[in-house]
């Protein structure tokens, strides 16, 4: 059984993603998380219109971001997105960004998704069979 899962993408920071002081300002680091996600997604079947075909959304309801080092225009940097498993109706994930060159550890931080009902938005109390369904396939349960 195992306990997490892990996925790791490369990407490079973008002209529009810094700041006058030439550095990505704070709030990109957030897309960061959210491109590791997404890769993520893609990589174990579980993205977000997986979701949506099952008849839920799942949106953020907790996110944390500890910044160690800066990131500036044209650097390399490898997003590495960890899924751990929990019993609760939720999804955690955790995150560290790390300079592809000097592998440094630039950033951490951690999302929290929930279900809700596409259709009426309110809350799901446990896991969708789908979702559990997906965790007894990764042999997360």
């Not at 990589?43 to 910044?67: E, H, S, W």
Request: net charge neutral; proline share 2%; aromatic share 16%.
């Amino acid at each position: 059984m195992k306990k997490f899962l892990i996925d790791t993408i490369e990407l490079h920071v973008r002209f529009s993603e810094v700041d006058s002081l030439g550095v990505v300002w704070h709030g990109h680091y957030l897309r960061y998380f959210e491109d590791g996600r997404e890769a993520f997604g893609k990589k174990y079947g579980l993205g977000y219109l997986d979701y949506y075909a099952q008849g839920y959304v799942v949106p953020i309801v907790t996110v944390q971001c500890d910044y160690k080092q800066v990131l500036r225009y044209g650097d390399k940097i490898i997003v590495e997105t960890t899924y751990t498993p929990c019993e609760s109706a939720k999804i955690n994930f955790t995150y560290r960004l790390l300079n592809a060159v000097t592998g440094e550890l630039v950033v951490t931080g951690s999302t929290t998704q929930v279900f809700l009902n596409k259709d009426k938005f309110t809350l799901q109390l446990t896991n969708p069979d789908f979702f559990t369904d997906w965790k007894v396939a990764q042999g997360l349960i």
